[in-house]
């Protein structure tokens, strides 16, 4: 079964570059890589997710490792309301969640 | 805005009685996943539907739970005789096309059922 494994929890300074990494050693050649965030009492938030090549948005940029078993979500500036849990998910070529681990819980220090 | 709705947000039940959880997703989009979250962990799927159809299940509880997304109006998951396990937060997410992993869903704020 697909897995992913990331750290319980991060710091980082506000303004400050944060770099978010994941490990998904058994991800399939056809498994996409999303990156949600959740704030606490509410829902999963969607920040970007990519296939192969790395990926820029609004939010964040995802780093891609050449043989996809690890992806990295990079925050540029880091700021207090960026702090969330970080969830790297595997979804299949068909939609369906593969993995939904514990997530990286991210605190921003002012 | 045009997010996806659930409600309610709170809900309280008593052992035996049934839970009925709603959620309409964003406009345009007729594809509805339902996940469980217990605290402190992550979402845990439970059923794929579209309109009138359920597409995957694997993730539902065989006996008391039961999902639907009609034709008209929300999809609805509804939990019979609930026990104090069933206490959690459920999320619905919704996605525009047919399954595909490169579409993200987007996810409702949640129920936050509690068995008395």
């Known amino acids: 079964d697909a897995k992913t494994t990331q750290p319980n929890s991060m710091e980082s300074n506000e303004e400050e570059p944060v770099h978010l990494p994941c490990n998904h050693s058994t991800i399939s050649g056809t498994d996409y890589i999303h990156w949600y965030r959740q704030l606490p009492s509410q829902g999963p938030e969607y920040v970007i997710h990519g296939l192969t090549s790395n990926v820029n948005n609004r939010m964040a940029s995802l780093a891609i490792a050449e043989d996809r078993k690890s992806s990295t979500l990079i925050l540029h500036r880091a700021t207090l309301r960026d702090a969330a849990v970080y969830y790297c998910?595997?979804?299949?070529?068909?939609?369906?969640?593969?993995?939904f681990g514990g997530g990286t819980r991210l605190m921003v220090k002012p | 805005n045009a997010g996806v709705m659930q409600n309610p947000r709170h809900l309280v039940r008593r052992r035996g009685q049934e839970a009925r959880l709603r959620c309409s997703p964003m406009?345009?989009?007729?594809?509805v996943y339902w996940y469980r979250q217990l605290p402190e962990e992550g979402l845990k799927f439970m059923v794929y539907l579209q309109k009138e159809n359920i597409i995957d299940e694997s993730g539902m509880p065989k006996e008391r739970f039961s999902a639907e997304f009609p034709k008209e109006g929300p999809s609805i998951l509804r939990i019979q005789q609930v026990v104090r396990g069933d206490s959690a937060a459920y999320f619905c997410?919704?996605?525009?096309?047919?399954?595909?992993?490169?579409?993200?869903?987007?996810f409702g704020d949640g129920t936050r059922l509690s068995i008395l």
């Open positions: 997410a919704s996605s525009p096309r047919q399954g595909q992993g490169n579409q993200p869903q987007h």
């Open positions: 406009k345009g989009h007729s594809h």
């Open positions: 998910i595997l979804f299949d070529n068909a939609g369906n969640m593969l993995t």
